[in-house]
């Protein structure tokens, strides 16, 4: 069974950019959840979707956006970047809520914005 | 204050001894995960439990749901066992909700 895959792996981008992260869950799994992972903050818990429905967020700006697909496979939006966005952003699935749930992690996207 | 607190931040450990990290965490959280990081970022989750005891090879977690504390044992621990050990804790409506993490190396 292929694991959860996210692309890209690494990117740059500069201020005022948007950027889109893909994430796709291990085949059957309906829960995708997304956190952002910087060296102050450690890791920080986004949002999760279930089903195509974002089922939780965390405290990040409206510029933080999500959804989730009919096949599962879920992407992230950040738009008007700043620095502060750099860091690597992890999304895990799991077959069940990711509160009840084992969660398997992808390789995460380094973000670097300029 | 955060909602998952986790001791020791450091932990300094020779192969073979046998370790442990704790959590501690707060009203409304019914779930905890243990995740472990390798440098180069690569989380795999080690255990999900809501109540007693897991075991999975060297590895041992134990939840007391009265006392709101779990703890993570690593039995006869080698080099290849560091690496970030992270507590999280899942409530029943589905926040998540993360430990500082213990950085854990083990000398040979």
């Known amino acids: 069974k292929a694991g959860v895959t996210q692309t890209p792996r690494y990117l740059i981008k500069t201020r005022g950019q948007q950027v889109t992260l893909s994430c796709s869950p ?19 818990f986004l949002f999760e979707y279930f089903s195509e429905t974002q089922r939780n967020k965390g405290n990040f700006p409206g510029r ?19 620095l502060g966005d750099s860091a690597l952003y992890l999304c895990a699935s799991s077959d069940r809520a990711s509160n009840t749930g084992e ?3 992808g390789e995460g996207s380094r973000l670097t914005v300029l | 204050k955060n909602e998952v607190e986790q001791s020791p931040q450091n932990l300094t450990a020779q192969e073979g001894e046998f370790i442990t990290i704790n959590c501690s965490y707060s009203v409304g959280i019914s779930a905890l995960h ?22 999975h090879g060297r590895l041992i977690a134990t939840i007391n749901i009265q006392e709101k504390h779990s703890s993570l044992h690593i039995t006869a621990s080698h080099p290849r066992d560091s690496a970030v050990y992270i507590c999280v804790g899942g409530t029943s409506y589905g926040k998540l909700t993360f430990g500082q993490g213990t950085i854990l190396t083990v000398h040979p």
Do not use: A, C, D
Not at chain 1, 26 to 44: A, C, D, E, F
Not at chain 2, 34 to 55: A, D, E, R, Y
């Open chain 1, 26 to 44: 291990i085949s059957g799994h309906r829960s995708v959840s997304w956190y952002q992972q910087t060296p102050g903050q450690g890791l920080q």
């Open chain 1, 64 to 82: 933080f956006s999500g959804r989730q697909f009919s096949n599962s496979r879920s992407e992230m939006n950040v738009s008007t970047l700043e």
């Open chain 1, 103 to 105: 969660l398997f992690f």
């Open chain 2, 34 to 55: 243990w995740l472990q990081q390798h440098p180069g970022g690569g989380i795999v989750s080690l255990f999900m439990l809501s109540s007693g005891k897991k075991k």
